[in-house]
Nanobody
């Protein structure tokens, strides 16, 4: 089992920046990849960005050039840096970990609201 705890959501004006963090605990050894998904009201949850243990990164087209992911392996924490935020980025953001054994773990979600 891996537990994920997120922090860093909030309200920001369009064009601004936010950084989300996700701290992992538990069976850290089983993590194969980490990342972020988001879910806007009335929409399905969608991938934002992920990074594997080997460093391969996958981005949603809508966030390329604006969002980046990084990992601090010493702290078992990964971060989502969001720049040039747009109102359409408003959503609940979920921290995610892909685990060995074809399973995964999710954070509780943090609200990001971008005002126009």
């Amino acid at each position: 089992q891996v537990q994920l705890v997120e922090a860093g959501g909030g309200l920001v004006q369009a064009g601004g920046s936010l950084r989300l963090s996700c701290a992992a605990s538990g069976s850290i050894w089983s993590i194969k990849a980490v990342g972020w998904y988001r879910q806007a009201p009335g929409k399905q949850r969608e991938l934002v960005i992920t990074i594997t243990n080997s460093g391969t990164t996958t981005y949603a087209d809508s966030v390329k050039g604006r969002f980046t992911i990084s990992r601090d392996n010493a702290k078992y924490t990964h971060y989502l840096q969001m720049n040039s935020l747009k109102p359409e980025d408003t959503a609940v953001y979920y921290c995610y970990a892909d685990l060995a054994g074809f399973t995964d773990s999710w954070g509780q979600g943090t609200q990001v609201t971008v005002s126009s």
